[in-house]
């Protein structure tokens, strides 16, 4: 029965995490759809990336540690946080820019949920 309990509690936490996660996304997400560049570092601009910086280094832990209590749990990967991660970085000149690809993305988190 303590191991159903300690189970339990992970697979709470794990929950928690990943609602502390997708807030976080989502006020990224409003900001840079607001006009606010550099959360997807679509740029070299080095005040865009200190600006961001600490917001995907607490989203990154916070994956981390989901993917951690994942695993113990046997199930799958944390898959939004590589999703994310795998949007960021240069792109071509005619891409759409950060606010319309982070609307893309709110949108796509409310399609989710």
Known sequence: MAKADRLERMDARRAELEAEYHELLHAALTTAAAG?????????????????APVIAELTDLAAEIDERREALMMDP????????????????NAVGEPKQAQAWLDRLAADA
């Open 36 to 52: 606010t560049w550099g959360l997807f570092d679509h740029k070299p601009d080095r005040a865009a990336r200190a600006r961001t």
């Open 78 to 93: 944390f898959t939004l946080h590589h999703d994310f991660i795998a949007a960021r970085g240069p792109v071509a000149s």
